[in-house]
């Protein structure tokens, strides 16, 4: 991506699984362009060739102590690193797509609350501060809320937990039947302001954010982005997901969408 733009990105975020070990290599690797490492935890097993183990690693047996030696070797393992990094932990709680997902569950056995996960993850926070790792910073990340998506405020593990706020959004234009195309304000404007209320002045990041193809301009979309997010105050910037999965959000998916963002962030 620093290519197409003409310029080398202040943050790379990238994805980790509960069978991850430590990503040294990977945060020293980032650490050697100048940025800084994000790192997405996700609480599962990601299975070869597909697919998800959604049930070892729940958050209830993260809250237990099921998992500690784990969390314990990370802890150790980032502290002992000692450059700073950041750390989202279980994202996108607020919608309903992760087995740590708001309402998921198929059973009442195994739906899952909002206690269940501010106990998870004040449990892994305070086991990186037993281990002395003060050197990575808390990023609590929702989805931008849609309508049927869970209060942000039930969700939130507290000031003390919680070092950056995040968000992830997406345009997914008309690539989809449920779908139309969004402006960023629209897009992002109503969590910016809850976020603001539940938290006032903590830093915001845009942790994901891309924009597909189908029924709108991609380039005038990033051109967009780009001013209304120049235009607030306490978001410290964005990380484009630029991956071809469910569509096209790369920024190369056309040479137009490319140059789009290089123009934007002169």
């Known amino acids: 991506m620093a290519d197409a733009t003409g310029r080398r990105p202040e ?20 650490t ?30 993260i809250a237990s102590g099921a998992h500690d030696e784990y969390l314990l070797l990370w802890a150790t393992e980032l502290s002992r690193w000692a450059a700073p990094a950041w750390l989202r932990f279980a994202h996108e709680f607020n919608g309903t797509w992760y087995p740590w997902s708001a309402g998921t569950g198929s059973t009442a056995d195994e739906y899952v609350t909002a206690d269940e996960y501010v106990t998870a993850w004040r ?28 209060e942000l405020d039930d969700w939130y593990p507290g000031d003390g937990f919680v070092d950056l706020l995040g968000v992830d959004g997406y345009n997914w234009g008309t ?16 969590t910016f302001s809850k976020l603001r209320t539940l938290c006032p002045g903590r830093p915001i990041i ?22 209304y997010l120049a235009a607030q105050s306490d978001v410290l910037g ?13 920024l190369c998916s056309t040479s137009e969408s490319a140059a789009a ?6």
């Open 175 to 190: 690539s989809r039947r449920w779908s139309r195309w969004t402006d960023p304000e629209e897009l992002f404007g109503m």
């Open 32 to 61: 050697a362009l100048g940025a800084t490492p994000v790192i997405t935890w996700e609480p599962w097993r990601w299975r070869r060739g597909g697919g998800h183990d959604r049930s070892t690693f729940t958050l209830r047996s």
């Open 261 to 266: 963002m290089a123009d934007a962030l002169r």
């Open 11 to 30: 943050m790379v975020l990238f994805y980790a699984d509960f069978a991850t070990p430590p990503p040294m290599r990977e945060l020293k690797a980032i």
């Open 206 to 227: 845009v942790t994901e954010v891309g924009c597909a193809d189908e029924g709108g301009t991609k380039p005038c979309w990033i051109t967009d982005l780009v001013d």
């Open 123 to 150: 449990h892994v926070h305070e086991i990186f501060g037993a281990a002395g790792a003060d050197n990575i910073s808390w990023v609590w990340a929702p989805t931008v809320v849609f309508a049927g998506s869970a």
């Open 238 to 250: 964005f990380v484009w997901f630029n991956h071809d999965k469910e569509v096209d959000w790369r």
